[in-house]
T-cell receptor, first 115, second 113 residues
Framework: DGGITQSPKYLFRKEGQNVTLSCEQN?????MYWYRQDPGQGLRLIYY?????DFQKGDIAEGYSVSREKKESFPLTVTSAQKNPTAFYLC???WGRGPTNEKLFFGSGTQLSVL | QQQVKQSPQSLIVQKGGISIINCAYE??????FPWYQQFPGKGPALLIA?????SEKKEGRFTISFNKSAKQFSLHIMDSQPGDSATYFC????????????FGQGTILTVHP
C-alpha cells in the first residue's frame, strides 16, 4: 500500500526530554511537511522540505528540528525548548512540482503528551 | 496572524439537510483554496479544491462557492449524511509551494440520522 506512515501513534514526553516523531512515505513525493494540530486552532505548519537535504521553517518552528537525509523520511524532533508540546502532529507529502500537484497526503498522526 | 478565518466552529444538521461552512482570507496572493475532511484519529484528506478563475466547483454532493472580490469561499454539502460527520478545514495557498497551506480553525460537523 502506498502512503505515509507515522510512528508512534501515541508518545509521552518527560520534562526536559527530546523526542523524535517518525514519518516515512513511499509515494515518491519530493515535498514533505510537518503540521501541528491543536483543538480550535486548525493546522499550523512547523517545517517543510521540498527536496532532500533542504528544509525551511514554517510558522511555528521554535522548539522543533527536522532532517531530510532521504527522500522517504522526514523525522521531527520536539526539543526541550518547546514548552507546550502537547498536540496532534501530522506529517504530509506532495509531489511539490507546481500548482497542478499540490494535493497533500497526510499520515494518521502522532498524539504527543507531556508526563 | 490568522490569515484564514473559518465559521462556524461547530454545526449540527439533520440528515438530508444542507451544511454550509464559510471561510474568509486576507492574503490576496492566495490562489488555491482546498477543503480537507478529517475523521477522528485520522489525518485530513483532500475533499475538493478551487482556483479563483472560477466562482463555483461541484463534485457530487460537495460544492465550493468562491467570491474573489469579497475574499470569501464556502463549502456546501447537499443531502448531508451521518457519514459526513467529521471536521472540515478550509485552507489557502499561493506562491512557490502549494503544500504550504494556511488552514482555517476547522468546523466540527455532526449530521443526525
Amino acid at each position: 500500500d502506498g502512503g505515509i506512515t507515522q510512528s508512534p501513534k501515541y508518545l509521552f514526553r518527560k520534562e526536559g526530554q527530546n523526542v523524535t516523531l517518525s514519518c516515512e512515505q513511499n509515494l515518491n513525493h519530493d515535498a514533505m511537511y510537518w503540521y501541528r494540530q491543536d483543538p480550535g486552532q486548525g493546522l499550523r505548519l512547523i517545517y517543510y522540505s521540498q527536496i532532500v537535504n533542504d528544509f525551511q521553517k514554517g510558522d511555528i518552528a521554535e522548539g522543533y528540528s527536522v532532517s531530510r537525509e532521504k527522500k522517504e523520511s522526514f523525522p521531527l524532533t520536539v526539543t526541550s525548548a518547546q514548552k507546550n508540546p502537547t498536540a496532534f502532529y501530522l506529517c504530509a507529502s506532495s509531489w511539490g512540482r507546481g500548482p497542478t500537484n499540490e494535493k497533500l497526503f497526510f499520515g494518521s498522526g502522532t498524539q504527543l503528551s507531556v508526563l | 496572524q490568522q490569515q484564514v478565518k473559518q465559521s462556524p466552529q461547530s454545526l449540527i444538521v439533520q440528515k438530508g439537510g444542507i451544511s454550509i461552512i464559510n471561510c474568509a482570507y486576507e492574503n490576496t496572493a492566495f490562489d488555491y483554496f482546498p477543503w480537507y475532511q478529517q475523521f477522528p484519529g485520522k489525518g485530513p484528506a483532500l475533499l475538493i479544491a478551487i482556483r479563483p478563475d472560477v466562482s463555483e466547483k461541484k463534485e457530487g454532493r460537495f460544492t465550493i462557492s468562491f467570491n474573489k472580490s469579497a475574499k470569501q469561499f464556502s463549502l456546501h454539502i447537499m443531502d448531508s449524511q451521518p457519514g459526513d460527520s467529521a471536521t472540515y478545514f478550509c485552507a489557502a495557498a499561493g506562491g512557490t509551494s502549494y503544500g504550504k497551506l494556511t488552514f482555517g480553525q476547522g468546523t466540527i460537523l455532526t449530521v443526525h440520522p
